[in-house]
């Protein structure tokens, strides 16, 4: 069974572009999450979906933005890029929402904006 | 709202030595809890996972985790490590109210000396 696939791996963006990141998650799973991780702020929680629907946001600004398509495939864009947005962006799959569920993560899109 | 806290950021712990990592949480009603590891440039892999039951639960890499609701933790313990388990491990929270969105807490480093 094929696990989590981020695409792509590294990206380099310049100031005040936009770029857009792509998660397939497991086979089957419906519910795609998605973090930011960086050395200062750890771990961040960005939003959800389940089924085509936002589920949950966390507090970022309106500039990060995402979907999800009927295959369950999710992507997150980020406009008017600014140097803090340079992280390594994680997408995690679930069967199913909420909470009691194991999330499987990707290995990430190392993203840096220069 | 939630909130982890993982007091140690680096602990050093010999090739067989026992391990503890500490793990505390914030949330007003039953929490979902887990523990992940990650390898540098890599995405997170779930070690174990607590819902609800017996608070000693065992999971994967011989690591296993006691829930105490009296102390608000979570500790994760290995009773004898490898150097294979130097990486860096992350305690989160969910809940069923929040979907799958996770609260991880900060992180803590793990060296394995031969």
């Known amino acids: 069974k094929a696990g989590v696939t981020q695409t792509p791996r590294y990206l380099i963006k310049t100031r005040g572009q936009q770029v857009t990141l792509s998660c397939s998650p497991i086979?089957?799973?419906?519910?795609v999450s998605w973090y930011q991780q960086t050395p200062g702020q750890g771990l961040q929680f960005l939003f959800e979906?389940?089924?085509?629907?936002?589920?949950n946001k966390g507090n970022f600004p309106g500039r990060f933005s995402g979907r999800q398509f009927s295959n369950s495939r999710s992507e997150m864009n980020v406009s008017t890029l600014e140097l803090g947005d340079s992280a390594l962006y994680l997408c995690a799959s679930s069967q199913s929402t909420g909470g009691n569920t194991e999330a499987f993560f990707g290995q990430g899109t190392r993203l840096t904006v220069v | 709202a939630q909130s982890v806290t993982q007091p140690d950021i680096h602990i050093t712990v010999s090739e067989g030595a026992s391990l503890e990592l500490r793990c505390n949480y914030s949330?007003?009603?039953?929490?979902?809890l887990f523990w992940y590891v990650q390898s540098p440039g890599q995405g997170l892999q779930l070690l174990l996972k607590y819902f609800s039951g017996d608070t000693l639960v065992q999971g994967i890499k011989g690591f296993e985790a006691e829930f105490k609701r009296s102390q608000s933790s979570f500790n994760l313990r290995k009773p004898s490590v490898h150097w294979s388990d130097a990486a860096e491990y992350f305690c989160a929270v969910g809940a069923a109210a929040a979907g799958n969105k996770l609260t991880f807490g900060g992180g803590t480093r793990v060296l394995v000396k031969p």
């Open positions: 979906y389940f089924s085509e629907t936002q589920r």
């Open positions: 086979s089957g799973h419906r519910s």
């Open positions: 949330y007003g009603a039953t929490p979902y």
